[in-house]
């Protein structure tokens, strides 16, 4: 079975983990952000993700959570990657940054732009490349308060990570609303993520002149 990241490993001749952590991870200045996290954390320091009944048949922690980058070994282009809050913020302000970050331009920032832009508006698919895009509308993945231009991920697991480069804001939100099984729908029907961000636009636009 070929990878999503064959491509990439090919030609530099280094798994993806390996890369990201040099490329990008250390520079930014992350301690927890990486690929199977067990290598490099005890196993109590990483929330469960779910407790499996159907697949793997045990409890969910430390591994993806995804079944096709699992079957992977846990890297792949599309799953596997762990962090708390505070590292991933700093990926994200480099996304913010379009790739600079501490002084370096760590990805050109017309790669970056690419990467954010919508790319087939006209066909009604309001994604980017590797990032999701506002609906402008009460039913995405965002609240409506963000601009056009802001970019980001939620994850199957609760996860968010939103950019909003015009209004300079990063937003993340970390869950593991699979624990203990993934029907819990809670926070997905509550729709506690874009309200916790509808929080932050208002309480930012409150200090605007």
């Known amino acids: 079975m070929h990878k999503d990241t064959d491509i990439v490993e090919i030609y530099y001749r280094k798994p ?27 196993k109590d320091q990483i929330a469960p993700t779910e407790d499996d ?10 591994t993806v959570h995804d ?32 790739g600079y970050y501490g002084g370096q331009q ?32 009460e ?8 601009t056009m231009l802001s970019f980001g991920h939620t994850g199957f697991t609760g996860t968010i990570a939103w950019v909003d480069p015009e209004e300079e804001i990063v937003y993340v939100f970390l869950s593991n609303r ?6 819990n729908r809670k926070l997905i029907e509550m729709d506690t993520r874009a309200d916790i961000q509808e929080v932050i636009y208002n309480s930012l636009n409150s200090y605007k002149p």
């Not at 009944?53 to 430390?62: E, W």
């Not at 890297?75 to 700093?90: R, T």
């Not at 309001?126 to 509308?137: E, I, N, S």
């Not at 039913?139 to 963000?146: D, E, F, Q, R, Y």
């Open 16 to 42: 993806l983990d390996q890369l990201a952590a040099e490329w990008l991870y250390k520079p930014i200045g992350t301690t927890t952000l990486g690929f199977e996290p067990l290598r490099r954390f005890k």
């Open 53 to 62: 009944k159907t697949y793997r048949f045990q409890t969910i922690q430390g």
């Open 67 to 98: 079944q096709g980058a699992a079957m992977l070994g846990g890297v792949g282009g599309h799953a596997g990657l762990f962090s708390n809050a505070n590292d991933l913020a700093k990926l994200m302000q480099l996304y913010l940054q379009f």
């Open 106 to 137: 760590l990805i050109d920032s017309t790669v970056i732009a690419e990467c954010v832009r919508c790319q087939f508006c006209e066909k009604n698919n309001r994604r980017g490349v590797g990032f999701d895009k506002p609906t402008g509308t």
């Open 139 to 146: 039913s995405g993945p965002t609240c409506n308060c963000v």
């Open 178 to 183: 699979t624990y203990p099984n993934a029907e």
